[in-house]
């Protein structure tokens, strides 16, 4: 058994040695070292052919030498080398980005907008409409100059009251045009309670631009707008019901209220893709051919009057267009009728506002009191109805 031992460390040996390449020359081959391996190993089963425990072979009757059993040949594999398997790299997740304590979007010029033509040392006074879109509610907050034309306007106006995140402020300062004809621009940011200045969402300043036109040169000068009612802002003051004298409704209504009901949804998106400030839905009792009403107080309508608002539906949760299908109303009891239809829209969701524009002037002089309404037709499946900034103005 030592012997066996001994014999197959040889034979280890010899290919351990026969792998190694030589000196001035090649290696062997794969066949070679196989074949090597293969005698060497046949050569040692031949020695030991016949031996018993430790004793020696014993040579066959007749003294004949018995002719060795041949040993099978000796294959040797290839080693296979381990590959490494890579290991997949995690995806990091998004880090949302936290809102701003301090930011602003402009909303619309309510006065002068710009290229207003004003004669030399004119006073007038410049209204912007903006919303606190940022996270911290505007206290004791200021309108600031910034640079360009100051025209003899203070350096800063107090805003008035409080404005919370999502409100909307009308900001003014009275200014006097220079007395020298040409275009002027003065640029103006917000200052908060600590004296950090700010400007709207993209950094930058609201302005005013006038041109001032020597009177000489006969200038004409356009009609001052002017807001006779605000559907949008006057919506808590109204009366809501789901049908004209119905049942009375609450605002802002709750968005889950099966009678119908009406909100602000000012950070929600349209159909065409877009939020838009100053957004009033208006969705009526889910029912068949159910109703929403919100009456508004009476107004007197100046001379060319115009009602104008966007109509559209609320986006569904996936940003698409829903089923909303609704006919949209404008009525008013005026001085001379019980009650009068200005308008009438037929809308799907389609993915677009519709833009409407009635012309009052017929009814200069008179008293009207206003009514928005939304008829759900045969279904009230997501008649998520809204009206874009609907108001009674003047051009």
């Given at each position: 058994m030592q012997k066996r031992w001994f014999i197959l460390m040889a034979v280890l040996f010899v290919l351990a040695a026969c792998s190694l390449p030589q000196s001035g020359g090649t290696a062997p081959s794969q066949d070679a070292l196989q074949t090597a391996a293969a005698m060497t190993v046949q050569a040692a089963l031949t020695?030991?052919?016949?031996?018993?425990?430790?004793g020696e072979a014993t040579a066959p009757a007749g003294g004949e030498q018995a002719s060795p059993t041949p040993a099978p040949a000796v294959t040797v594999l290839p080693t296979a080398v381990p590959?490494?398997?890579p290991v997949p790299t995690a995806t990091p997740r998004p880090t949302a980005t936290p809102k701003p304590c301090n930011l602003a979007t402009f909303v619309k010029d309510v006065t002068v907008p710009d290229g207003t033509t004003f004669q030399p040392g004119a006073h007038f006074t410049k209204t912007w409409r903006l919303k606190n879109v940022g996270s911290c509610t505007w206290h004791n907050y200021a309108l600031v100059f910034d640079s360009g034309k100051q025209m003899s306007a203070p350096p800063s106006v107090a805003?008035?009251?409080t404005v919370a995140p999502g409100q909307v402020v009308d900001v003014s300062v009275d200014m006097i045009a220079p007395n020298t004809d040409g275009t002027y621009k003065g640029n103006w940011r917000l200052r908060d309670d600590k004296g950090v200045i700010f400007g709207l969402t993209s950094g930058n300043p609201f302005w005013v631009e006038i041109k001032v036109v020597s009177a000489t040169a006969s200038p004409t000068l356009p009609p001052a707008a002017m807001m006779v009612l605000d559907f949008y802002a006057e919506a808590p003051q109204?009366?809501?019901?789901?049908?004209?004298g119905g049942t009375m409704l609450p605002f802002p209504g709750s968005d889950g209220d099966s009678r119908g009901f009406a909100r602000y949804v000012d950070a929600y998106m349209l159909e065409d893709g877009q939020a838009h400030p100053r957004a009033l839905e208006t969705h009526p009792e889910w029912v068949s051919d159910g109703y929403i009403v919100g009456a508004y107080e009476p107004v007197t309508l100046p001379s060319h009057a115009h009602f104008r608002a966007k109509l559209g539906f609320l986006a569904t949760a996936d940003g698409g267009c829903g089923a909303g299908d609704v006919t949209f109303r404008l009525v008013a009891r005026t001085t001379n009728s019980a009650g009068v239809t200005l308008g009438e829209w037929h809308k799907t969701c389609n993915g677009?506002?519709?833009?409407?524009?009635?012309?009052?002037?017929?009814?200069?002089g008179q008293q009207a009191a206003f009514m928005l309404i939304v008829n759900a037709g045969a279904s009230s499946a997501q008649d998520?109805?809204?009206?874009?900034n609907p108001v009674v103005s003047t051009p």
């Open positions: 020695q030991t052919t016949g031996t018993q425990g430790g590959t490494s398997t805003l008035p009251g109204a009366m809501w019901s789901n049908d004209n677009s506002l519709l833009s409407v524009d009635v012309d009052l002037s017929a009814y200069a998520w109805a809204v009206w874009v």
